[in-house]
Every structure is written in structure tokens, then in C-alpha cells.
């Protein structure tokens, strides 16, 4: 009888996996967590902050080696992002946009010479944003209003952008644009637009309820003029651009929100621990017990369900069911997990002395952006009844 070898575990991570995943560990932890306060305050990711972030590579993750990034996985991304969630789901959220959302298309639709002119920045400097959602189209993203008028050799862009991640810090933006509203979702296309192009302005900054150091902008297009050679793919093929980005995207969000539910329940497990009630560490009421027990299997669900899609992904699987699975699932944990970690904090978990009232608040935003509840929902309904 042959004797098969059996696969690994989904949470089983190969050598270089965990010595990566370790060195963010501890970069987060000694870099990261003493800017937290004074960033979430400031309402910004310190910019010394983002250089580290390029020094240690984790903005060029999957751009290959020649262009200056890691040549790693989705994977490896999904690593990055849990680990800093664990400490800040803001500096998570700029790491994540850049890997899944900006380099992730150019390395999908862009042309030789466009993956040569701006990935070698998008690894060692350049931060990037990811510019589809608008007043009027949110859920609805082909109801764009933001129009493309051919001119010459050049797109003349005129419009505005709302609730940008990483609008603020960005030097390079993927916009998404109609060339003939008539057409829908065959007339938008994407436009790689540089921040100095006249015209291009970055408007009102956001006042957030959580991941308030990442930055959510408007944009103003104002007669930008754009070269035919920064158009993203064909024309009138930005809504493919676009839904298979977010596809991917949403991997990231779903890592973003195991991280923030670890980091929530690793503060509680240390409180509950160190806290006495009646003469006993409350850790040792069977009520608190039970409570911990429900938050690691939550947890530990949400992450094999991310994880799968991921590896899903770099073996060239489809994923895009286990994808949406993985975001809504994970981001309704987060919630509850996050939720749960202030209860059992008392008092002291509804004040800013202590970081899960900080994370409760990041939680939220993990069932709105890249798709809400009920699109997730949509999209895992539609591809059942594809089969």
C-alpha cells in the first residue's frame, strides 16, 4: 500500500514564512505600538513610520525581486497584515491597500513598461491609492460620475473621489472613470494618475469613528490630463480591473480583522489574568473561562477561513467565494471578539487608558470597506448559484 504524504495544515508556515512573520512581530511591537497614542491624537501615521515601512519591505511585497519588492506571496501579505493589526489596524490598512489594491493591479493589468516605471517606487517610496468610490456609487461602484474625455494623446479627468484610503499620504492613484456613462460598467476604465499631474488635488480628510491615523480623503480632478499610456488595462475595461482587485482586497481586510480580534483578546487574556475579583484572578470564574474559550474558537475559524483563501490564491485556485467568506466572516468576529474583550475589561475597557477600546472602534469599518455585509453575501449567493 502506497503511503501518501499528507498536506499541511493551513496554519502551518514554512521557514521563511515564520522568520518573516516574526521579524513584523517584533518590528510592530517596537516600532509601531509606541506610536499609537500620539498617532491615533494626531489623526496621522508618523512619516518616519512609512519610510521604516519601505526599509523593511513590507510595501513591495509581491513585486518581484527585479522591481525592487520581495517577489513574495499573498500569503506572506496576509502574514504582514495580521501581525501589525495586532498593534494598529491603521498602519495595517496602509500596508494592506499598497500590497492588494495598488501593486496587486499593476501587476495584473499594467504593461511591461508601466510595471517598470512605477513598481520600483511603489517598492521604495511611493505610497498608492486605490480611487473607485463615490458620492453617489459606494455599494453601486459602476454608478460612477467622474468622466474621461479623450483629447489628442491625453484623457482629460474631471470629478471627485470620496473615502480614499491612503488619499493623504499617496504619490501614485489608481482612478476609475466613465469614457461613456451610457455604456455602464463597459464604458469605466482605470487611470494611473501621479499626485503632481495639475489639476489633481487631494480635498477634506475624514473624521473617523476608528482606524483614525489612516487617512480617508476626498480627491478633485480638475481638467487633469492624463497620457494614453497611464490607462490601466483597455479601455472600458476598468470594471474588470476593479472587481478582480477587490477580490484579492478582500483577503487583506480579512486578515486585518483576525489581527485586530488577537491583539484585542491577547490584552484580554493578560488582564483577566492580573485582575481580582472576591480574593480570585477573575481569570479563574468558569463564566470568564468559557468566554475565552468562545473568542480563541472564533478567532481561529475566522483565520483558517483567510488563510485558505489565500493560498487559494497563489496556487491559482479560484477563490473568489472563499474570499468574500473569509472578509464577512472575519469582520463580524472582530466585532464581536472586540466587543466581548471590553466587557470583560469592566470599566476600565470603555476608557482610552487601555487599547481595546481603540481596537472596538477599528472594528467597525471591517463590514463597510471593499464591499459590505450584504455585497459579500451577494457575491457568495451568486457564485452557489453559478455552480
Same mark, same amino acid.
Given at each position: 500500500?502506497?503511503?501518501?504524504?499528507?498536506?499541511?495544515?493551513?496554519?502551518?508556515?514554512?521557514?521563511?514564512?515564520?522568520?518573516?512573520?516574526?521579524?513584523?512581530?517584533?518590528?510592530?511591537?517596537?516600532?509601531?505600538?509606541?506610536?499609537?497614542?500620539?498617532?491615533?491624537?494626531?489623526?496621522?501615521?508618523?512619516?518616519?513610520?512609512?519610510?521604516?515601512?519601505?526599509?523593511?519591505?513590507?510595501?513591495?511585497?509581491?513585486?518581484?525581486?527585479?522591481?525592487?519588492?520581495?517577489?513574495?506571496?499573498?500569503?506572506?501579505?496576509?502574514?504582514?497584515?495580521?501581525?501589525?493589526?495586532?498593534?494598529?489596524?491603521?498602519?495595517?490598512?496602509?500596508?494592506?491597500?499598497?500590497?492588494?489594491?495598488?501593486?496587486?493591479?499593476?501587476?495584473?493589468?499594467?504593461?511591461?513598461?508601466?510595471?517598470?516605471?512605477?513598481?520600483?517606487?511603489?517598492?521604495?517610496?511611493?505610497?498608492?491609492?486605490?480611487?473607485?468610490?463615490?458620492?453617489?456609487?459606494?455599494?453601486?461602484?459602476?454608478?460612477?460620475?467622474?468622466?474621461?474625455?479623450?483629447?489628442?494623446?491625453?484623457?482629460?479627468?474631471?470629478?471627485?473621489?470620496?473615502?480614499?484610503?491612503?488619499?493623504?499620504?499617496?504619490?501614485?492613484? =489608481?482612478?476609475?472613470?466613465?469614457?461613456?456613462?451610457?455604456?455602464?460598467?463597459?464604458? =469605466?476604465?482605470?487611470?494611473?494618475?501621479?499626485?503632481?499631474?495639475?489639476?489633481?488635488?487631494?480635498?477634506?480628510?475624514?473624521?473617523?469613528?476608528?482606524?483614525?491615523?489612516?487617512?480617508?480623503?476626498?480627491?478633485?480632478?480638475?481638467?487633469?490630463?492624463?497620457?494614453?499610456?497611464?490607462?490601466?488595462?483597455?479601455?472600458?475595461?476598468?470594471?474588470?480591473?476593479? =472587481?478582480?482587485?477587490?477580490?484579492?482586497?478582500?483577503?487583506?481586510?480579512?486578515?486585518?480583522?483576525?489581527?485586530?480580534?488577537?491583539?484585542?483578546?491577547?490584552?484580554?487574556?493578560?488582564?483577566?489574568?492580573?485582575?481580582?475579583?472576591?480574593?480570585?484572578?477573575?481569570?479563574?470564574?468558569?463564566?470568564?473561562?468559557?468566554?475565552?474559550?468562545?473568542?480563541?474558537?472564533?478567532?481561529?475559524?475566522?483565520?483558517?477561513?483567510?488563510?485558505?483563501?489565500?493560498?487559494?490564491?497563489?496556487?491559482?485556485?479560484?477563490?473568489?467565494?472563499?474570499?468574500?467568506?473569509?472578509?464577512?466572516?472575519?469582520?463580524?468576529?472582530?466585532?464581536?471578539?472586540?466587543?466581548?474583550?471590553?466587557?470583560?475589561?469592566?470599566?476600565?475597557?470603555?476608557?482610552?487608558?487601555?487599547?481595546?477600546?481603540?481596537?472596538?472602534?477599528?472594528?467597525? =469599518?471591517?463590514?463597510?470597506?471593499?464591499?459590505?455585509?450584504?455585497?459579500?453575501?451577494?457575491?457568495?449567493?451568486?457564485?452557489?448559484?453559478?455552480?
Amino acid at each position: 500500500m502506497t503511503t501518501l504524504a499528507h498536506p499541511p495544515a493551513l496554519t502551518t508556515l514554512s521557514e521563511d514564512e515564520v522568520m518573516f512573520r516574526d521579524a513584523v512581530r517584533d518590528f510592530a511591537e517596537s516600532e509601531v505600538a509606541p506610536r499609537v497614542p500620539r498617532m491615533e491624537s494626531a489623526g496621522e501615521i508618523d512619516s518616519d513610520l512609512i519610510s521604516m515601512l519601505f526599509e523593511v519591505g513590507v510595501m513591495g511585497i509581491e513585486i518581484p525581486e527585479h522591481l525592487g519588492g520581495l517577489g513574495s506571496s499573498l500569503f506572506t501579505t496576509t502574514l504582514v497584515v495580521e501581525e501589525i493589526s495586532r498593534v494598529d489596524p491603521s498602519v495595517a490598512v496602509l500596508v494592506d491597500v499598497q500590497n492588494t489594491l495598488m501593486n496587486n493591479a499593476l501587476l495584473s493589468w499594467g504593461t511591461p513598461e508601466q510595471q517598470g516605471r512605477y513598481l520600483p517606487r511603489l517598492a521604495a517610496g511611493t505610497v498608492g491609492a486605490y480611487a473607485l468610490s463615490e458620492a453617489g456609487s459606494g455599494s453601486d461602484a459602476f454608478a460612477l460620475a467622474l468622466r474621461a474625455v479623450s483629447d489628442g494623446d491625453d484623457w482629460v479627468l474631471n470629478g471627485r473621489k470620496l473615502w480614499i484610503t491612503n488619499g493623504g499620504e499617496a504619490g501614485l492613484y =489608481i482612478v476609475f472613470g466613465t469614457v461613456q456613462p451610457e455604456l455602464r460598467h463597459k464604458g =469605466i476604465t482605470a487611470f494611473l494618475v501621479e499626485r503632481d499631474m495639475p489639476g489633481f488635488a487631494v480635498g477634506k480628510k475624514e473624521d473617523k469613528l476608528g482606524i483614525r491615523a489612516s487617512s480617508t480623503t476626498e480627491l478633485i480632478l480638475d481638467d487633469v490630463r492624463v497620457p494614453a499610456e497611464n490607462v490601466l488595462g483597455d479601455v472600458g475595461m476598468g470594471y474588470k480591473v476593479a =472587481i478582480e482587485t477587490l477580490n484579492e482586497g478582500r483577503i487583506g481586510i480579512g486578515a486585518q480583522m483576525v489581527g485586530l480580534a488577537q491583539g484585542a483578546f491577547d490584552h484580554t487574556l493578560r488582564y483577566v489574568q492580573e485582575r481580582e475579583q472576591f480574593g480570585h484572578p477573575v481569570a479563574e470564574f468558569q463564566a470568564v473561562q468559557f468566554q475565552l474559550a468562545q473568542m480563541a474558537m472564533e478567532i481561529e475559524a475566522a483565520r483558517l477561513m483567510v488563510y485558505n483563501a489565500a493560498r487559494l490564491k497563489d496556487q491559482g485556485a479560484r477563490f473568489l467565494r472563499e474570499a468574500a467568506m473569509g472578509k464577512l466572516f472575519a469582520s463580524r468576529m472582530a466585532q464581536r471578539v472586540s466587543s466581548r474583550c471590553i466587557d470583560l475589561h469592566g470599566g476600565y475597557g470603555f476608557t482610552r487608558e487601555y487599547p481595546v477600546e481603540k481596537l472596538y472602534r477599528d472594528a467597525k =469599518i471591517g463590514t463597510i470597506y471593499e464591499g459590505t455585509d450584504n455585497m459579500q453575501l451577494q457575491t457568495i449567493a451568486k457564485d452557489l448559484l453559478r455552480e
